[in-house]
């Protein structure tokens, strides 16, 4: 295989050896161009795992760590990001109160701050619920996000964010009030129009005139990694397969490329995106 001209950075992929493709996406991601990815902590019942605590979560964590070792094996340099996935508050709410499984949650997002800090992964995930929630559980899940935030401001680091479509204004309001810069907090599946820094699926429509303008965003497969689930979101080829696609278009060039994949990843998550 070819050296590539230049990096290609997933912003946020699973893999998943234990129900889904494991090793051979992360190739298939390599063959098509790619070179690094963040990848992203599953939720925990992914791995049934059902945390009644915190410390809970390090199976998970440690898990992702593991395979994140299994995928550099292939040459992908692979950053870790940690975290509670928010639609947690509804699967613990269902065995304990809603505040009670809110605790959870911070303090699982307290054992992956953990993590951070000995070096082990790049950035915290957090959010809120995607899906038509009670109030109680929205402002339990916002709880829970603002702690995450406190988090990445204390780790000094990215923190992603799953959360409803949209530009989510008020989550940079959140940021700023937890000293947290907006630029490092990443819309995960975001839209150009998020005061958040946008991590856009590989195949959005605005990626071109968003290179043309230089504005600052990131690519991501969000390739999920479930048998159940083949191909979803989108595959684990799609950020360098569009990415090169684009290129011989015309509708980006390598210039573009290096600041996309590498420049504005190095801004973002305080890490150094090299060939």
Same mark, same amino acid.
């Given at each position: ?27 298939? *991601? ?7 990815? *963040? ?183 969000? *390739? ?52």
């Amino acid at each position: 295989m070819k050296s590539p001209r230049f990096p290609v950075t997933d912003d946020h992929i699973h893999i998943d050896p234990l129900n889904g493709r494991g090793i051979e996406a992360a190739k298939d *991601f390599l063959r098509a161009g790619g070179t690094h990815i *963040f990848l992203v902590s599953k939720p925990s019942w992914s791995f049934q795992v059902h945390p009644s605590r915190g410390a809970d979560y390090a199976a998970v964590f440690e898990e992702t760590i593991s395979v994140a070792r299994l995928i550099e094996s292939t040459g992908v340099i692979v950053f870790p990001v940690l975290g509670v996935h928010p639609a947690e508050i509804s699967r613990l709410s269902e065995r304990m109160s809603l505040s009670e499984a809110a605790e959870v949650m911070k303090a699982g997002i307290d054992c992956a701050a953990g993590y951070i800090h000995e070096g082990r992964a790049v950035a915290l995930k957090s959010g809120r619920p995607h899906y038509e929630v009670s109030p109680d559980v929205w402002t339990a899940s916002n709880d829970v996000l603002a702690h995450a935030l406190e988090c990445a401001a204390g780790c000094g680091c990215a923190l992603q964010v799953h959360a409803e479509s949209g530009p989510c204004a008020d989550i940079a309001e959140m940021a700023r009030n937890a000293h947290v810069p907006v630029e490092r907090v990443v819309k995960h599946y975001g839209s150009p129009d998020t005061p958040l820094h946008p991590s856009l699926i590989a195949k959005h429509e605005s990626i071109p005139q968003l290179a043309r303008e230089r504005r600052a965003f990131t690519m991501e497969s969000d *390739f999920m990694d479930e048998n159940a689930r083949p191909g979803a979101v989108t595959g684990p080829k799609s950020v360098p397969r569009y990415t090169h696609q684009l290129i011989r278009q015309g509708l980006i060039t390598e210039e573009d490329c290096f600041r996309i994949h590498a420049e504005t990843i190095g801004k973002v998550y305080g890490v150094t995106i090299t060939l």
